[in-house]
């Protein structure tokens, strides 16, 4: 008899699904700037934009995207780029 054993799994595999791309608050950025990064970036409404920005301001940080780490990754980085502060977990 043999044994079939399932392959592991990458570390691209473990690191590709269900990621959360979490925008933190800052005491730099204004309020108008963080809703149009949010709007260029994650391609949200205005309406959508705002809300995270008062989640974000109120609670600290808020999940702005989920994800494939691959898709995060590049909004991450304009995120970053555009000093506000984002982190995926």
């Not at 079939?4 to 800052?26: A, G, H, M």
């Not at 809703?35 to 600290?60: P, R, S, W």
């Not at 940080?61 to 980085?77: D, F, I, P, R």
């Amino acid at each position: 008899m043999s044994v079939i054993s399932k392959p592991k799994e990458s570390l691209d595999t473990t690191l590709s699904f269900n990621r959360n791309l979490v925008l933190y608050n800052d005491d730099v950025n204004t309020f108008d700037y963080v809703i149009e990064v949010l709007m260029n970036v994650c391609d949200y409404t205005f309406e959508q934009a705002t809300q995270c920005t008062y989640i974000v301001h109120f609670k600290g940080k808020c999940c702005v995207k989920k994800g494939n780490y691959a898709e995060l990754k590049k909004m991450c980085l304009q995120l970053l780029d555009a000093s506000l502060s984002a982190k995926i977990i």
